[in-house]
């Protein structure tokens, strides 16, 4: 089980932080995506992110690094992406300095069908995208580091040189999370269903994600339920999943969306 840590301030506060480690053990969280921020390379923020990495190592909750923006598919913000791991190996060895584990992965949300090019011309974003998922597989090979990729469930259906945009993302990566953002546990079984039956999943890992945040589109979020509902939606969804070879468990976006849901 996963979720998404977006506010650097989650991490830096160690009352937020206490929160959000007390919140992972009542879940049984395993996995936190935390956003990249300058902050953790500074002495204070560096303190804080190590306070993290240990009390979490000893919940068993591993993180990850969560970085992207849509204008990263494009192929003059390649450099940007790419800059990521090289940040990702400073941090890395900052915390080994403190005897603490390296984090071992990068997860990657570009989402080329929200740049405006996407619009006038998509095969050209989906070539320029392409091209960044290669540049970011070789990069976080060579850097010891794995690679997740962020796609919504219609990536299956989005044809892409004899292939899909969402084969490309399972063969470009060490594993993919499904948006499968819906409004109810059948639609996102439904939503997730083609990525978790493609052959090439079966190498990989897939993680399927719901949405809870209340500011999304009404048919894309669980906000409308309660916090017993959506334990309730997660149980149905993780039982009509597990019978595929490629499912990896549940992720929950994001974090706060889901406290609050917990507290109704």
């Known amino acids: 089980m996963g979720t998404w840590v977006w506010r650097k301030e989650t991490v830096l506060n160690a009352g937020e932080r206490q929160k959000l480690l007390e919140f992972a053990r009542t879940k049984k969280i395993t996995e936190l995506y935390v956003a990249i921020a300058d902050d953790y390379e500074a002495p204070d923020g560096l303190a804080a992110l ?26 003059e913000r390649h450099a940007r992406a790419l800059s990521v791991i090289d940040w990702a190996i400073r941090v890395n ?57 962020d796609v919504p469930f219609w990536f299956e259906e989005r044809t892409f040189q004899n292939t899909s945009l969402g ?42 994600a719901m949405e809870t945040s209340c500011r999304e589109v009404p048919v894309t ?22 019978s595929f070879d490629a499912f990896a468990g549940l992720a929950v976006h994001p974090y706060e969306g889901w406290s609050e849901l917990s507290s109704r």
């Open 50 to 75: 190590g306070d993290l990495v240990r009390r979490a190592k000893a919940s068993h909750i591993e993180l990850f690094w969560v970085c992207g923006d849509p204008s990263w598919a494009l192929s």
């Open 93 to 149: 060895t900052l915390l080994q300095r403190l005897s603490l584990p390296a984090i071992r992965g990068l997860q990657y949300d570009v989402e080329p069908y929200l740049v405006p090019a996407w619009m006038a011309s998509p095969g050209s974003v989906e070539m320029q995208y392409a091209s960044l998922l290669a540049k970011l597989r070789e990069a976080t090979q060579s850097a010891g580091l794995e690679l997740w990729l």
């Open 167 to 208: 084969q490309l993302a399972i063969r470009s990566s060490d594993g993919i999370v499904i948006m499968a953002y819906r409004s109810t546990a059948a639609g996102i079984v439904d939503k997730a269903t083609a990525l978790l039956r493609d052959p090439h999943a079966r190498a990989r890992s897939v993680v399927v």
């Open 221 to 242: 979020t669980l906000c409308g339920i309660t916090g017993a509902g959506l334990d309730s939606a997660m149980g149905e969804i993780g039982r009509r999943l597990r």
